[in-house]
């Protein structure tokens, strides 16, 4: 029987081995983005299977995505949104790097229910549904806090990170240029501490829920602190191409809370 998830992971595969082969071809075209990120003809062309197939499998539905000027919704409590990124990882990608993925979320009521993200040439599919947990190619996730050799796990982060702030966690630091991978990272144990300063909601909108059915805490840096824009519940009539949500994730509250000390706003 299919099932939002079942259909999610199909899309999914079927757009990241689409990619997989323009990326192993090279026949791709970039350019730059109003905001200055990158975006190939590779982007388009998987947003175009992805939001034909969902259309098609839930016309009813409505589609929030990266590309192809989906960026806001008019309804969100009535009907279930999907939330994409046809590739999360456009500068890996573009440059030869092994990662890079698929991301589609499915949102009701203004919370993530839904998600596969799928990394092809790692051969990585991660899935979750709420309260039925989280998973990687099939097997179950549940977070392990980080043991006393520290040197064994790492601080997962994004570029932006060490302009902005000023950090003291002790642990060795990776770049890994992906946002969702990063929280992947954490939800299966081998990052201790996974920030990104700044994702949009279709980078996290399923690593957030993965992060939380693998047993961690995942939240905004500021935590709404001040009247601070949240992720969740999405909003309709809302340009999400213009927001980004400081995340921050950890195995446990008291991690979490560690990270936040540890992590320091460099004033300008």
Same mark, same amino acid.
Request: proline residues 5%.
């Given at each position: 029987?299919e099932t939002?998830?079942?259909?999610a992971i ?5 757009? $990241? ?5 323009s990326? *192993?071809q ?6 730059? !983005? ?15 299977l992805i939001t034909?197939?969902?259309?098609r ?5 409505a589609?929030?995505?990266e590309?192809m ?6 309804e969100v409590?009535?009907?279930a949104?999907w939330?994409?990124d046809?590739l999360d ?5 573009s440059l030869?790097?092994?990662i890079? $993925? ?9 919370f993530?229910e839904?998600?596969?993200?799928y990394?092809?040439?790692v051969?990585?599919m ?10 990687l190619n099939g +097997?179950?996730l ?5 043991g006393?050799?520290?040197e064994?796990?790492f601080?997962?982060c994004c570029?932006?990170?060490?302009r ?5 966690i002790p642990? +060795?630091? *990776?770049?890994? $240029?992906?946002?969702?991978?990063s ?8 990052a ?10 279709w980078d ?5 829920l993965?992060? !939380?059915?693998?047993?961690g ?7 709404g602190?001040d009247?601070?824009?949240?992720p ?10 213009n927001?980004?949500f ?5 195995p446990?509250?008291?991690?979490l809370?560690?990270?936040r000390?540890?992590?320091v706003?460099? +004033? !300008?």
């Amino acid at each position: 029987m299919e099932t939002p998830l079942t259909i999610a992971i199909d899309i999914a595969r079927q757009a $990241g081995q689409g990619l997989l082969e323009s990326f *192993r071809q090279n026949n791709f075209q970039s350019r730059m !983005k109003a905001d200055h990120t990158i975006v190939t003809d590779a982007d388009l062309a998987s947003d175009r299977l992805i939001t034909t197939a969902l259309t098609r499998c839930f016309p009813g539905d409505a589609i929030l995505s990266e590309e192809m000027q989906h960026h806001q919704v008019e309804e969100v409590q009535r009907n279930a949104v999907w939330v994409i990124d046809p590739l999360d990882g456009t500068t890996n990608f573009s440059l030869g790097l092994p990662i890079w $993925g698929v991301l589609i979320a499915r949102v009701v009521g203004g919370f993530t229910e839904t998600a596969a993200m799928y990394f092809p040439l790692v051969d990585e599919m991660y899935t979750v549904q709420r309260g039925q947990g989280a998973f990687l190619n099939g +097997k179950p996730l549940h977070i392990q806090p980080p043991g006393e050799e520290l040197e064994m796990s790492f601080f997962a982060c994004c570029s932006r990170t060490f302009r902005s702030y000023q950090v003291s966690i002790p642990y +060795k630091s *990776r770049i890994l $240029g992906v946002a969702a991978y990063s929280f992947c990272c954490l939800a299966r144990s081998s990052a201790a501490v996974a920030l990104e300063v700044r994702p949009h909601i279709w980078d996290i909108a399923g690593a957030w829920l993965l992060v !939380k059915e693998a047993g961690g805490v995942i939240e905004t840096l500021d935590n709404g602190r001040d009247g601070a824009r949240q992720p969740f519940p999405i909003e309709p009539g809302t340009d999400y191409v213009n927001l980004t949500f400081a995340t921050l994730a950890a195995p446990s509250d008291a991690d979490l809370e560690r990270a936040r000390r540890q992590i320091v706003r460099i +004033k !300008k």
